[in-house]
């Protein structure tokens, strides 16, 4: 059985002030939740102060992105090892914000999950199609392409380190939410693949989530597909009652 995974991707978004206060909003309010994990992804400078607060929590810390090297001359940049020492225990890898606003490619995905599995983290690799290659029929395609390359020459020991996002770009706060049946679509066409370029008990284990506008009015329905694993949720996830709901999507 895949254990669901929800995840809040806090973005651009939250001093040290106002993460600490989610942080101990959120925390009694998902205290009693089972049967699911829950990262956050609070920004790079408010991780440790974070992680200290939940330091008796079962919630996870996710960086939002991380380099490929351990070490060097490289400004500005965050190595896995950098987040490992922060306390984190994922790393969310080739957000489509980062692919459109910072040049992110397949190749640079695949470099960045391998020096994260390395260093011991769970990669949360995002992917998924933009409106005007789903309008011209591109979904697979694309699809296809960002998994062949973006996984390239992993291991099936690797593999357990990594959680897929499927994000449609087009839904990625534009309020527009893949319909289940779309979201069950690609999921299965996720799944297939990487039975292909793996093995079929690997894809059987890959928790696949999904993104794009998730709110507490969809999560249900969305968790009812069979092929979604969970959700990689931003702007819901910026309000502790917002993100415990869709935390406690079963009730």
């Known amino acids: 059985m895949r254990i669901p995974v929800i995840a809040g991707n806090w973005k651009l978004f939250k001093k040290t002030a106002e993460a ?14 089972r049967g699911v994990e829950i990262v956050l992804a609070p920004s790079f400078t408010v991780l440790g102060p ?3 607060l939940l330091n008796d929590s079962s919630i996870s810390i996710a960086g939002q992105d991380c380099f490929w090297e351990d070490e060097g001359a490289y400004t500005g940049e965050v190595s896995p090892g950098m987040l490992v020492d922060a306390g984190c225990s994922h790393v969310i890898i080739g957000h489509s914000e980062r692919r459109h606003f910072f040049g992110e490619t397949d190749e640079t995905v695949n470099k960045k999950i391998r020096a994260a599995i390395r260093a011991g983290l769970t990669a949360i690799v995002c992917i998924g199609e933009t409106l005007q290659e789903r309008e011209r029929n591109e979904t697979f395609d694309i699809l296809e392409r960002q998994i062949k390359t973006g996984l390239r020459n992993l291991s099936t020991d690797e593999m357990e380190k990594v959680l897929l996002a499927y994000e449609p770009v087009w839904a990625i706060g534009t309020g527009k939410t893949a319909t289940d049946e779309q979201a069950q679509e690609a999921h299965a066409f996720i799944r297939r693949l990487v039975a292909e370029y793996f093995s079929g008990p690997v894809a059987d284990g890959l928790r696949i989530l999904y993104g794009g506008s998730v709110k507490p009015d969809n999560i249900r329905s969305l968790m009812t597909q069979p092929d979604v694993d969970g959700a990689l949720v931003g702007g819901a996830s910026l309000t502790a009652e917002s993100f415990a709901a869709i935390i406690h999507y079963q009730k």
Not at 20 to 33: F, H, K, M, N, T
């Open 50 to 52: 974070v992680r200290s």
């Open 20 to 33: 600490l206060r989610l942080v101990q909003e959120l925390s009694p309010l998902v205290a009693d939740a």
